[in-house]
């Protein structure tokens, strides 16, 4: 009796019909398990229980672009995520590699070369996407049950301030800038006049800050955005001395 094979399971989000078909047909003739989403709309209703090894996403969707799906489909799958667009810029091609994304591939790409780029990325380290919990030292923070733990201990949170606390956790130590929080956190392009985001950081803040964390911080960085970051004491640091001393 042969071994079973386990095919990998492969998310495409294009609402381009035809070129849907043509990549969904070609790939499944190359050994993938595929499923198919228009929309980001439809990958959210897709079943929560939904399991995935790579995800190739569009970014000019019809409901919400790719870049602002793109920390949902982080936090729900945590598999490899490639973009594949039309998009051919190269700040686009940065903001895509930035937010986290395994790959870009830009449009018109050859089927043979897919394969290859998917296989490429299905080969990475799974141990880095394989995970819905993020430890920062003794802080860990767990998606599937929306847990926040620090030095053992339990915190209380709000839904609101999780998914805002997620997105940076996932950012450790980045800097970043408030049209990035607004596109990840509300899921549409910043207007340059909201301040929603502005609010809920603070709030987050009052939060963190009430748990008195040596090391835990959300700071500002004037101009540029917001900085989270847990470096927790590990030494005493010792007392001053005077240089007559």
Not at 55 to 84: E, N, T
Not at 94 to 108: E, F, M, N, R, T
């Amino acid at each position: 009796m042969e071994p079973v094979i386990n095919k990998p399971k492969i998310l495409l989000i294009e609402d381009d019909i035809d070129l849907a078909e043509l990549t969904l047909t070609y790939l499944s003739k190359q050994g993938f398990e595929l499923t198919h989403a228009g929309s980001a709309q439809e990958v959210l209703a897709l079943p929560s229980d939904s399991v995935f090894d790579l995800i190739i996403c569009d970014i000019m969707l019809p409901d919400q672009d790719g870049f602002s799906l793109f920390a949902k489909l982080q936090a729900r799958y945590r598999c490899v995520i490639i973009f594949m667009t039309a998009r051919d810029g190269q700040h686009d091609q940065i903001k895509g590699l930035d937010l986290g994304a395994s790959d870009y591939l830009v449009k018109p790409i050859n089927p043979e070369l897919l394969v290859a780029r998917i296989k490429a990325n299905l080969r990475k380290p799974q141990a880095e996407v394989a995970s819905n919990i993020i430890k920062l030292h003794d802080l860990t923070i767990d998606y599937a049950q929306q847990q926040l733990t620090i030095q053992g201990e339990q915190k209380q949170i709000t839904t609101q301030e999780f998914s805002l606390l997620w997105i940076f956790a996932n950012h450790h130590s980045k800097i970043l800038s408030r049209e990035f929080l607004f596109e990840q956190y509300v899921g549409r392009p910043y207007d340059g006049l909201d301040r929603a985001v502005d609010l809920k950081v603070s709030r987050l803040r009052k939060k963190i800050d009430s748990y008195q964390i040596s090391g835990l911080t959300i700071k500002t960085v004037h101009g540029k955005g917001y900085l989270f970051n847990y470096h927790p004491r590990t030494q005493p640091i010792p007392p001053n001395k005077n240089q007559g001393d």
